[in-house]
């Protein structure tokens, strides 16, 4: 079956663009697309992609609450993949901290967009960590929520040590070869982490560890 997606973003010609590179795959199908957010939950439900490509600046709702509304209304939603101009906007970081699994720069080439579209389809999450360490040291440095949330998790010290290398973007075949043990094991850590911050993927889990000061984002 192919990788459904779902375009949303005021402008066509983006659209256009988006749809062009992804339809040229032929494990991808472009199954709808949107002007704006506004519009994004009754496209969802009717459509049920598997990614939802959000442009995160639109005229009536933006990406970020149209993110947060599909992941709170729709059952077994979609994986929300923020297509952006400026890596460092606000908005940015307030998509991935609405759940949001990853962004995507406008300018990327299209074999970045493919790889970006089949990688958070798959359940991964597309981060950028130098990327995220600015937005975080910028926007979210410092919260308090986020403090609790670690403080309650009570991480093993090898559950510490595999969010900090999540943190600067390792997969979990890179995470496994760096602390010798296998791709299971690190897929237990990884699953125990995010159930004990309450995470719902990885973007969420790292971008705890930056609000809550467990890592330095600066």
Excluded: C, W
């Excluded at 779902?6 to 983006?14: A, F, R, Y």
């Excluded at 609450?65 to 906007?89: C, G, H, Q, W, Y």
């Excluded at 670690?150 to 290398?165: F, G, K, N, Y």
């Excluded at 004990?196 to 330095?216: M, P």
Aim: proline fraction near 6%; charge should be neutral.
């Amino acid at each position: 079956m192919p990788v459904t997606v779902l375009l949303v973003d005021d402008e066509p010609l983006v659209r256009a663009g988006l749809r062009a590179v992804l339809e040229a795959q032929p494990d991808i199908e472009v199954v709808g697309e949107a002007a704006d957010g506004a519009a994004v939950v009754p496209l969802v439900r009717q459509l049920r992609p598997d990614v939802v490509a959000m442009d995160v600046r639109m005229p009536l709702l933006d990406g970020i609450e149209a993110t947060r509304v599909v992941l709170r209304t729709v059952a077994e939603p979609p994986k929300i993949l923020v297509v952006t101009t400026f890596e460092d906007d606000e908005y940015v970081y307030e998509a991935l901290r609405a759940g949001a699994a990853g962004f995507l720069l406008k300018r990327a080439r299209p074999a970045e967009i493919v790889h970006a579209v089949r990688l958070v389809a798959e359940g991964g999450s597309l981060l950028f960590p130098a990327s995220v360490r600015r937005l975080a040291a910028r926007y979210g440095a410092g919260d308090r929520p986020a403090r609790a949330t670690l403080e309650r998790a009570r991480l093993t010290e090898r559950e510490a040590e595999v969010l900090r290398l999540m943190t600067r973007g390792l997969s979990n075949a890179e995470i496994a070869a760096r602390l010798v043990v296998g791709g299971e094991t690190v897929k237990t850590h990884v699953s125990a982490v995010l159930a004990k911050l309450g995470a719902r993927d990885r973007t969420q889990a790292v971008i705890t560890a930056y609000e809550s000061g467990f890592v330095e984002p600066r």
